[in-house]
């Protein structure tokens, strides 16, 4: 007689838990140390069962890594669609990566910290299309960002538009160091309490994106 197949929802409850446990597995073994085996003993089914649901363990990878971005990306839209002024975006979508990175930092040192595989080191293999799909849903949240650039510069003028995709950048870059040198505790040795001037440090970074007479003021 054959097996019953399983319904949908309870296939996809169990791709669920295999994301949330392989997550788990790779910050704390890295994505080297991170095994089909591990997760198999994890789940408490042989390792073989896995594959019944994922074909590798880089698409699982890939899986947690589009995961991860989707997550990021819906904090930074309700930010967007919760404000008019583009500069009320931009100072709400940059202390929510500050957020997202510190309060989630299993994902984002995988995202944004850590040396692992990307999209290029897919192409022409059997998971270049899921690597594709989990980068584009990565340049969401960069494209959103270049687009309150834009308007910045549409509304405040004191932004060149040409510029919004540069600006955004340099952004990243001044966001990613804070979030750096607190989750690897650095802050701890050069403030006393290194959680309270996140914000600050945040606000800091942005004043160069505002217009000259709103520098020095929270927005």
């Known amino acids: 007689m054959p097996r019953k197949q399983r319904p949908p929802e309870e296939i996809e409850a169990v791709k669920s838990r295999i994301l949330e446990e392989a997550l788990a597995l790779i910050t704390e073994f890295g994505y080297e140390g991170f095994t089909m085996r591990k997760l198999g003993i994890r789940m408490g089914m042989a390792a ?8 590798n363990k880089d698409e699982i990878y890939l899986h947690v890594l589009t995961q991860g971005f989707q997550l990021v990306y819906e904090d930074l839209k309700a930010v967007y669609d919760r404000f008019d002024d583009p500069l009320d975006r ?9 957020d997202f990175a510190v309060t989630r930092s299993n994902y984002y040192d995988i995202m944004m910290t850590w040396y692992v595989p ?3 080191d897919y192409v022409g293999t059997p998971l270049e299309a899921i690597a594709y799909r989990e980068l584009q849903t990565a340049l969401k949240s960069a494209e959103l960002f ?18 919004a995709r540069l600006d955004f950048i340099r952004l990243l870059t001044g966001l990613h160091g804070i979030v750096a040198l607190y989750n690897n505790t ?9 959680a309270s001037i996140l914000d600050a440090l945040t606000d800091n970074l942005i004043s160069d994106y505002l217009p000259s007479e ?5 927005i």
């Open 146 to 163: 270049v687009r309150v650039m834009e308007e910045i510069a549409d509304v405040h003028g004191n932004l060149r538009k040409e510029d």
């Open 118 to 120: 990307k999209y290029n």
């Open 90 to 98: 931009l100072r709400g979508m940059s202390h929510a990566v500050v």
């Open 214 to 218: 709103k520098r020095g003021k929270v």
């Open 48 to 55: 073989k069962t896995t594959y019944n649901y994922f074909a």
């Open 186 to 194: 650095i802050l701890d040795y050069l403030h006393d309490d290194p």
